[in-house]
Nanobody
Framework: QVQLVESGGGLVQPGGSLKLFCAAS????????MGWGRQAPGKEREFVAA????????QYAESLKGRLTISRDNPKNTVYLQMNSLKAEDTAVYYC???????????????WGQGTQVTVSS
């Protein structure tokens, strides 16, 4: 049974940082592309970042480049999302996703976690 469990969300002030974690189980983590998406209230889910199984390919949403770092630790079955210089518009539920294809587009990822809330507010 595939499980993706996100953690690390919370309340942060504008300009602050958060690191999100996604613990994966139930599939061959080292063979899957891992991604992050987010969904703000009243909006559709959007792509945030993705990383291939070998770390050879990394993609970020154009609007978020420079503020994010996605990484993975295959032996630990964990993917991370470091977010810096957070803004109020980054407030959303952040979802971890997995897919056996190389860098698929969102929202077509095969497996999704339940999400973790990130709120940026003073």
């Amino acid at each position: 049974q595939v499980q993706l469990v996100e953690s690390g969300g919370g309340l942060v002030q504008p300009g602050g940082s958060l690191k999100l974690f996604c613990a994966a189980s139930g599939f061959t983590f080292s063979a899957d592309t891992m991604g992050w998406g987010r969904q703000a209230p009243g909006k559709e889910r959007e792509f945030v970042a993705a990383i291939s199984w070998s770390n050879s390919r990394i993609q970020y949403a154009e609007s978020l480049k420079g503020r994010l770092t996605i990484s993975r630790d295959n032996p630990k079955n964990t993917v991370y999302l470091q977010m810096n210089s957070l803004k109020a518009e980054d407030t959303a539920v952040y979802y971890c996703a997995a897919d056996p294809r190389l860098m698929p587009t969102m929202p077509s990822y095969e497996h999704w976690g339940q999400g973790t809330q990130v709120t940026v507010s003073s």
